[in-house]
Nanobody, 115 residues
Framework: QVQLVESGGGLVQPGGSLRLSCAAS??????????VGWYRETPGKQRAEVAS???????YYADSVKGRFTISRDSTKNTVTLQMDSLKPEDTAVYYC???????WGKGTLVTVSS
């Protein structure tokens, strides 16, 4: 099993930055061998992937966040981080970490972008 815990959410003004972390425990080998994605969900909308990173380090970004968000892995801390810059009100959502092709999800962290 793999346990995923997100952190780093909060309230930020438009144009600001936040850094989300997804910390893994349990089967760490599976964590590092599997693509990890960040997803977000808002009321009335389906949960959608915003960024992902493969075991080889290949990254993917949704068009809505390309150029503003950066996903990376930290092998020393068993984490995947999502650096979010130039935040917009439409980035407001609960952000989740997910191990692709598994049932492993974190509980989410709330990001609110508002003045």
């Amino acid at each position: 099993q793999v346990q995923l815990v997100e952190s780093g959410g909060g309230l930020v003004q438009p144009g600001g930055s936040l850094r989300l972390s997804c910390a893994a425990s349990g089967n760490i080998l599976k964590f590092w061998r599997t693509t990890v994605g960040w997803y977000r969900e808002t009321p009335g909308k389906q949960r959608a992937e915003v960024a992902s990173i493969t075991s080889e380090g290949t990254t993917y970004y949704a068009d809505s966040v390309k150029g503003r968000f950066t996903i990376s892995r930290d092998s020393t801390k068993n984490t995947v981080t999502l650096q979010m810059d130039s935040l917009k009100p439409e980035d407001t959502a609960v952000y989740y970490c997910h191990l692709r092709d598994t049932d492993y999800w974190g509980k989410g962290t709330l990001v609110t972008v508002s003045s």
